[in-house]
C-alpha cells in the first residue's frame, strides 16, 4: 500500500515534536526513518498507527484520505506498529496474545487459530509454540510474534519501532531477511531506527529525521558521512582503540556458582585487572546479567569466593560491595537506576554520602549544576528524572557516581542511545579506567564490546568461557559462540 | 461419618458462600486492573439494608436486590475517583470501607436485635437422599446450590471465553488491549460494577440466610469482607483457587465452631484463630520468593530441588501488572 503524509505537525507542550513533516512510501518498498533520540520519529509512527493524533496534516493511503483514530482503525486499515517494547501480554500464551485482538463470538476458537499461527510461522521460517507462554520468550521471540500477528490481522503497512535494540546479532539477521521477504510480497516496511548501519543494510530508501522534522532522504549507494552530516548537523568520529589495563589485580574469582530458577552456572573463576574493561557478550537471558549482579552484591553467589584485597565479599551485603567501591548501573534506567518523580538534585542528595539531618540545598544546587554541566545533561537541577530524554537519564547515571570507585558494572550502557551519545558515554567510562577503575559491562552490541573491551566472557546455556583477547577476537568469532558454536 | 462431622462440612458449604461471592466479584475487579477496597464496609452496609428492606417489604428478592444496587453505588464511587479521576484507589477505598461500616451500624440502629425474614432451606430431591454427599452438598438453601454454579460459571467466563480474555489483558497490559482495539476505561468501569454488585450481594446472604439477622456490631460481619480481599490475593485472582480459599477460611470458622462445643480450649482463640492461620497460609504461598528460599533450593540434591521448586512455583502467584495503574494512552 502507498503511503503519503502531508504536513504533519504535532506538539507536546512546548516541544514541536513533529515539525511540518511530509513523506511519500511506495508499496513493497523499506523504507528507513533515521535520527538520533528525540528527532520525532516515534511521534510520527505512533501518529500513523493510530496511538496518538496529529495535530494537523493529511494521511493518504493509496491516494484516499484516512482517518486513524485509534490502533483498532489503524490495523482495519491495514497498518500495524511493532513496537520498541513489543505490545504482548508477558503472562500468557502466545495463542492467547492472538485471540485477544479477535473479533468474533464468545467462545474461543483455539484450535483453528493454533493452526494457523503454525502454518504463519512455517511460512517465515520461525520457530513459535503457541502453547509457549510469552515471558518465557527473548525478545527477539516475542518480535516475531507480533510480527506474526499483524500479519495474521492482515496488516499491508508494518512500521518497526527500533527494533534491532536488545535482539541478538543472529535474530537481527533472521528480522532482516524476513523483512526483505515481505517486500517482495508487496507489503510497505517502515523501519524507524537510530542505528546507521542496520539501515544502511537493509533499505530501500532513508529519511534522516532532525529535530521534529524531514532533513533528508538518501538513496543506496549510502554514504556514512552524509548521514551523520543530516542527522546531526555536524561530523563525528570514532576514536582508536586504546587500553588503560595495568598487571594489578582488583579482584579475583573462585570457583564461583551462583543460579536462579531457570539458571546455574558453575566454576567460574577470573581475575580481574585495575584498569581492565570486561565486556560480557551473550544471548539475553543466558547469566551475564547474574554475573553482574553477583559481582555488584545483590545477588549472592551459592558458592565459591569473590576476593578484593585478599578479604572473601560473597555472601556480603549491597552496602559492604558499595564500600569497596563497586558500583552497579542498570539497564532499566527508570525502574532500577533512578526515581521518578524526584528532580536531578535530589538524587545528587540521595547519592552523595551525608551524615548531617538537614540538607543543605545550596550546596546541593552548586553540586548538581556543576555536574550537570560536566556530563552536559540537558536538563535544569530541577528537571525530574522522567522528563529527561533516554539520553540524558543514561548521563544523569553516570553524573550520580561517586568520585572514586574500583568497578563500575554497566548493564547495556548505550542501549537506546544515538552515535553521539554512545561515544560521549564511552569517552567518560575511558577516563575513568586511567584513573584506575575497572568496568565490567554487558552489551548486546558485538562491536561495541569488541570496541572497548581488553577481554571478553561469552556466555552460553549456563557455561561461560575463558577470557577472549579483544584484540584477536571478531564479531564472527562471538557470534558463532553466543549461538552456541565452537564450545 | 457421624453426624457431627456431616454438619460441619455442610456448615463449611453454607459459610463459605458470602465469601465466595464477595472474593470473586473483587476478583473480577482486580483483574481489569482496579482495587477496591471498600469491600468490608460494602458488606456491612449491605447486610443491613438488605434485612431493613426485606423485612419492610416482606420480600427477601427485594432485599437482595438492594444489596446488590448499593454494591454496585458503591464500586461506582470507587471506579469514578480512580477511573476517571485517577485518584488513589487505595485511599478511596480505605475511606469508603470505614464510611459504609459507620453507616451501617448508625442507619441499622433501630433495627437491632428485630425478628426478621430469612430464607429456609430447600433441599433437593433425590440427591439429598444419597450418603454423605447429600447431607454435605444438598440439604441447604438455593443459595448454596447458586455458588456452586457461579464458581464453574466464573472460571469458564475468565478462561474460556473472548471477553475473558479481554479482561485479563486490560489488568496486565492496559495499553497492548487498548492496541488490540479494547476500550479499556469502559471495561474498568464495567467490572468494577458488576463486581460490586456481587459483592453487594454478600451482606443479604449473611443477614438473610447465613447468619440471620442484624444486630449492629454484635452481628459478628465486621472483618469478613477484609478476608475476602485476602482470599482473592490468596486466591491468586483465580477463581477457582479464590474459592478454594473460601471454603478453608469457612472450614477454620466451622472447626472454631465444633471445637467450642467438644473442648476446653478457650473461645477467644477458636474466633481468632482462622485470621492469623490465613496471614500464614499466605505467607506460604508466596514463599518461592524470597532470597533466603531459592538459596536453600539450590543446596538441595537435585531430585527433591527439582519437586519443590515445581510446587512452589505452582504455588507462586502474580497480580495483574496494571492493578491500582491507571490508563492514559499518550
Known sequence: MNIELRNIHKWFGKVHANDDISLKITSGTIQGILGENGAGKSTLMKILSGFIHADSGEILLDGNLVKIKSPDDAIRLGIGMLHQDPLDFPPMRVIDNFLLGQHGGLFLNRTQVEKQIQELSQKFGFQINPDAYVETLTVGERQQLEILRLLWMGVRILILDEPTTGISANQKEKLFATLVTLAKQDLTVIFVSHKLEDVQGLCDRVAVFRQGKVAGELTPPYNTDEFIQLMFDKEIKIGAKTTACRPEPLLRLENIGIEDYRLRLRNINLTLYRGEILGLAGMEGSGQKLFLQMLAGIKRPVCGKIMINDVNYAGKRYENFLKAGISYIPASRMEEGLIPGLTLTEHFILSEEHNELLISQKEALNLTQSRINDFRIKGVPYSKVEQLSGGNQQRALLALMREKLNLILMEHPTRGLDIESSIWIWKKMKERCADCTSIVFISADLEEIIQYSDRILVFFGGMVSEPIDANTTSVDELGQLIGGIGW | ?330
Open chain 2, 1 to 330: 461419618m457421624d453426624n457431627t462431622t456431616l454438619t460441619t462440612l455442610a456448615g463449611i458449604m453454607e459459610y463459605a458462600v458470602p465469601i465466595l461471592f464477595a472474593a470473586i466479584g473483587e476478583n473480577f475487579i482486580e483483574k481489569s486492573g482496579i482495587t477496591n477496597l471498600s469491600v468490608n464496609g460494602t458488606i456491612l452496609l449491605t447486610a443491613m439494608a438488605g434485612f431493613v428492606v426485606a423485612l419492610n417489604t416482606s420480600s427477601l428478592l427485594l432485599g437482595f436486590l438492594i444489596g446488590a444496587l448499593i454494591g454496585m453505588a458503591v464500586a461506582a464511587v470507587v471506579a469514578f475517583s480512580s477511573i476517571t479521576l485517577k485518584q488513589s484507589q487505595v485511599a478511596i477505598g480505605f475511606i469508603l470501607a470505614t464510611l459504609c461500616r459507620d453507616l451501617a451500624y448508625f442507619l441499622g440502629a433501630p433495627y437491632n436485635n428485630k425478628p426478621g425474614i430469612f430464607l429456609t432451606k430447600t433441599p433437593i430431591d433425590f440427591l439429598v437422599d444419597i450418603p454423605v454427599i447429600g447431607p454435605i452438598f444438598f440439604n441447604h438453601h438455593v443459595l448454596v446450590y447458586a455458588s456452586y454454579l457461579f464458581i464453574i460459571l466464573a472460571y469458564v467466563y475468565l478462561y474460556k471465553t473472548r471477553p475473558g480474555l479481554q479482561l485479563q489483558g486490560i489488568g496486565e497490559r492496559p495499553a497492548a488491549a487498548y492496541n488490540r482495539g479494547v476500550n479499556v476505561n469502559f471495561q474498568r468501569y464495567m467490572y468494577t460494577l458488576v463486581g460490586g454488585a456481587l459483592i453487594g450481594l454478600a451482606g443479604p446472604m449473611y443477614s438473610l440466610a447465613v447468619k440471620i439477622g442484624w444486630s449492629g456490631q454484635l452481628s459478628g460481619l465486621d472483618g469478613v469482607g477484609w478476608i475476602a480481599l485476602a482470599i482473592t490475593i490468596f486466591g491468586g485472582w483465580h477463581p477457582l483457587r479464590v474459592a478454594f480459599g473460601a471454603y478453608f477460611f469457612a472450614g477454620l470458622q466451622q472447626l472454631g465452631i465444633t471445637l467450642q462445643s467438644n473442648t476446653n480450649i478457650p473461645i477467644q482463640i477458636l474466633q481468632a484463630a482462622p485470621f492469623p492461620l490465613m496471614i500464614f497460609t499466605l505467607l506460604l504461598v508466596n514463599i518461592g520468593r524470597a532470597e533466603w528460599v531459592e538459596r536453600e533450593l539450590a543446596a538441595m540434591p537435585e531430585k527433591p530441588r527439582l519437586i519443590v521448586s515445581k510446587i512452589l512455583r505452582m504455588l507462586r502467584t502474580s497480580p495483574p501488572a496494571s492493578l491500582g495503574i491507571p490508563f492514559e494512552r499518550e
